[in-house]
């Protein structure tokens, strides 16, 4: 926060939902996860109180749960299509979304 006032740029926090959190309700014999997203909830309701905008990507990236892994088989790093989509979001949701929210 003291950067970007020092340096006049604008803080956004980006929140990605785990592997786990995203693709684990599908599997079957899969450890239950708590249906609310307590970490993902925590870390926006801090940014938020800090005067930042926050991306909550989970909700977008759910659209694609069924359809398409997003992550690498084994850890929780984006496979090619994983940073291809969230790329996307991003860009649509923070770039272009400025000029309908007055910002620039």
């Not at 970007?4 to 959190?21: W, Y």
């Not at 993902?40 to 940014?47: E, F, K, P, R």
Request: zero cysteines.
């Amino acid at each position: 926060a003291q950067l970007g006032k020092e340096f006049s740029f604008k803080i956004i926090v980006v929140i990605a939902p785990t592997a786990v959190r995203l693709h684990g309700p599908l599997y079957e014999n899969f450890p239950s996860i708590s249906d609310k997203p307590h970490f993902i909830d925590y870390v926006a309701t801090l940014s938020e109180q800090k005067g930042f905008r926050t991306l909550n990507l989970l909700p977008f990236l759910t659209t694609y749960r069924d359809k398409e892994l997003l992550y690498l088989r084994d850890d929780d790093h984006w496979n090619k299509k994983g940073h291809a989509v969230a790329a996307e979001i991003i860009f649509r949701e923070v770039f272009q979304g400025r000029a309908g929210k007055g910002e620039s």
